[in-house]
């Protein structure tokens, strides 16, 4: 019989699935910590296809299995991921890789080039956003992880290695090079993964797990086979009205503790939003040669610092009257439904945005706005299936995992 528990986390300690503060254990995330750090993206992977049958493992409870994974001390790993993401936005890939600087100003950049490195990373991994993608993935601590990005034809790959990252995509045979942020090489005493980036399922399960705390309820929901392991199915779902979450799924690796699988449905319902898993995974250290890298002969290398002082680095550039984002973010609310305000100090963001924005990204904005209306003013709520933003015409940037009813009700709260 498949175990299933439905006691639910209501936070504040006590049994109730925030682990005492003495016992809390960060878990060992395998995932490319420096690469993350370097490329800023949503990512959304495709879990491996269960076996037939359910296996029978021993009953557990929510709170157990939650302490399951937060005593996981996984750091090595291979295997092959399936992507695929329906946020409900069109597809990006053409704006990723060579073409980066379609969001730039018209004209390029500052020098009068166009588009930065076909390998730099943002860019790039701003692919994962939509569609449907293969990835291979190791780690062997915090010190070396890889991931590649699998194409009929051509690979793209992101190498941490000892502080050192690079990126090369096999098509254009262009490199990228950079240091990883500190603490990112598994010395010194800041070791924290960046929170930049969630890549595995073990990095978006940490994400939803720390809403659990009186806004959430997690149950035990059976058990499933995922690449070949078995697993416990813990079943997290927002308590909050107004949250475009409607459940996350996380399929736990019965003997380490891992998760193998991510799963999250919209509250609007219809097919996953994201889903993430492994269709093969080998928890042996992977050979040291996997996280080597040279320039083959004849590639262009671009150096991450070289690229910003020529300018060449478009995933860093700011169109022209889009105002400073830079300002410090204020949360309003708490839980799924908690929503960030920005203020740019302009006038009228969608509007200086879509100004100089070439064709291809202005048809990309369009098909994600709406205007609205209220006593905030009025803007537009640019959509997804997950993530919505209203830009106010007196330049406020509400953004949240939440309805659009909703975060125009935070704007007219705020006002």
């Known amino acids: 019989m498949a175990p299933n528990d439905s006691a639910q986390i209501t936070g504040e300690n006590g049994g109730t699935g925030e682990l005492p503060a003495g016992r809390r254990r960060a878990a060992r995330y395998v995932v490319p910590v420096g690469v993350a750090a370097v490329a800023a993206a949503t990512i959304g992977l495709v879990p491996a296809l269960a076996a037939a049958g359910d296996p029978d493992l021993p009953a557990i409870s929510a709170q157990e299995l939650i302490e399951k994974i937060a005593a996981s001390d996984t750091e090595q790993l291979s295997g092959t991921v399936k992507v695929k993401t329906d946020l409900g936005i069109p597809a990006i890939g053409g704006l990723g890789g060579a073409t980066a600087g379609a969001f730039a100003p018209k004209g390029g950049t500052e020098d009068g080039e166009k588009g930065g490195s076909a390998a730099e990373p943002t860019g790039r991994m701003m692919e994962l956003a939509s569609g449907e993608h293969t990835l291979r993935v190791a780690a062997d601590g915090p010190a070396k992880q890889r991931v590649s990005i699998l194409d009929s034809a051509a690979e793209y790959s992101l190498i941490h290695n000892s502080g050192e990252v690079w990126a090369y995509d096999s098509a254009s045979n262009e490199a990228y090079h950079a240091k990883a942020p500190a603490g990112a090489n598994g010395s010194g005493k800041d070791q924290a993964a960046p929170k930049d980036l969630p890549a595995t399922p073990q990095d978006f399960a940490r994400e939803a797990l720390k809403a659990a705390a009186g806004t959430t309820s997690v149950t035990v929901d059976g058990t499933a086979r995922i690449a070949g392991r078995d697993a416990y199915q813990l079943v997290i779902k927002p ?177």
């Not at 991450?304 to 300018?311: C, F, Q, R």
């Open 239 to 415: 308590k909050q009205d107004g949250s475009t979450v409607g459940s996350v799924k996380v399929a736990v690796d019965a003997g380490t503790g891992t998760p193998l699988k991510f799963t999250l449905l919209p509250s609007s319902g219809g097919k996953a939003a994201i889903d993430v898993g492994f269709t093969k995974v080998d928890f042996s250290k992977p050979a040291a040669s996997t996280f080597d890298f040279t320039p083959p002969k004849g590639a262009k290398v671009t150096e991450a610092d070289e690229s910003k002082a020529t300018g060449k680095d478009e995933a860093h550039k700011v169109p022209k009257g889009a105002g400073e984002l830079g300002a410090e973010p204020n949360v309003i609310g708490e839980g799924w439904t908690s929503v960030v305000r920005l203020d740019t100090g302009g006038k009228s963001p969608a509007g200086a945005v879509s100004k100089d924005m070439p064709a291809q990204a202005q048809q990309f904005m369009d098909a994600l706005g709406d205007k609205v209306e209220g006593k905030f003013g009025s803007g537009m709520v640019f959509k997804t299936r997950l993530v919505n933003a209203l830009m106010t015409d007196d330049g406020k940037v509400y953004v949240g995992a939440v309805t659009k009813d909703a975060l125009v009700k935070v704007a007219n709260e705020a006002k």
